[in-house]
């Protein structure tokens, strides 16, 4: 598997959703809405949570738990980048501010 730089990952991601808007016509009459991506994203963090702890032996599994948790880690990441795009917010800078601001705790 190829490494990406981060500005193709948001291309692709934004690429992405725009298919899924396409269904959401489809099936609804309406794209989601920003608030509702959102709460997707919100629902996928918390099953990230509830894989770690199976991962961890925590909580009971009986599924691939590293497959599941590394396609809930995507798309969590995925769902990130689509609400800062929704947003109109730069997502690349705003983590580049995050970094520098949290690097700079630490001297």
């Known amino acids: 598997m190829k490494n990406m730089n981060f500005s193709e990952a948001v291309e692709?991601?934004?690429q992405i959703?725009?298919?899924?808007?396409?269904?959401?016509?489809?099936?609804?009459e309406t794209e989601w809405t920003v608030e509702e991506d959102a709460l997707a994203f919100l629902t996928d963090a918390g099953l990230v949570g509830r894989?770690?702890?199976?991962?961890?032996?925590r909580w009971p599994t009986s599924g691939?738990?590293?497959?599941?948790l590394e396609h809930k880690l995507g798309e969590c990441i995925w769902w990130l980048i689509i609400l800062a795009e929704r947003?109109?917010?730069?997502i690349n800078e705003a983590f580049e501010k995050f970094l520098s601001k949290t690097e700079k705790l630490g001297e």
């Open 51 to 57: 894989l770690t702890m199976a991962q961890q032996g």
């Open 64 to 68: 691939e738990t590293v497959s599941e």
């Open 17 to 28: 959703r725009k298919l899924y808007h396409q269904l959401e016509k489809k099936y609804h």
């Open 12 to 14: 692709r991601s934004v």
């Open 87 to 90: 947003m109109n917010i730069d």
